[in-house]
């Protein structure tokens, strides 16, 4: 069974740092592209982030672009996005999602698994 399990959301004020942290079991973490998406009130669920299986591609939205970063550490199963400058806009349940091939994608339909979310909000 494939389970994902965010952690390190948060209240931060704007400008502030987070580091979202995704830890992955029962697949090979390494074989599969990762994504982040996230979803806050009211809004469809957006792309944020995606990284290749060997960590090598990553492919960002553009509200994004600059200001967070997503990494993988296939030895440890975990995959992470750092999130620098926050801005209000940036509150939302954050997703990490495991792809269904090495190739990172913003399409959610290409992720098969899905962990539970974790809050971060952005206080300004």
Request: hydrophobic residues 30%; positive net charge.
């Amino acid at each position: 069974q494939v389970q994902l399990a965010e952690s390190g959301g948060g209240l931060v004020q704007t400008g502030g740092s987070l580091r979202l942290s995704c830890a992955v079991s029962g697949r090979t973490f390494s074989m599969y592209a990762m994504g982040w998406f996230r979803q806050a009130p009211g809004k469809e669920r957006e792309f944020v982030a995606s990284i290749s299986s060997a960590g090598g591609w990553q492919y960002y939205a553009d509200s994004v672009k600059g200001r967070f970063t997503t990494s993988r550490d296939n030895a440890k199963n975990t995959v992470y996005l750092q999130m620098n400058s926050l801005k209000p806009e940036d509150t939302a349940v954050y997703y990490c999602a495991a792809g269904r091939s090495s190739s990172p994608s913003s399409r959610s339909d290409n992720f098969g698994y899905w962990g539970q979310g974790t809050q971060v909000t952005v206080s300004s």
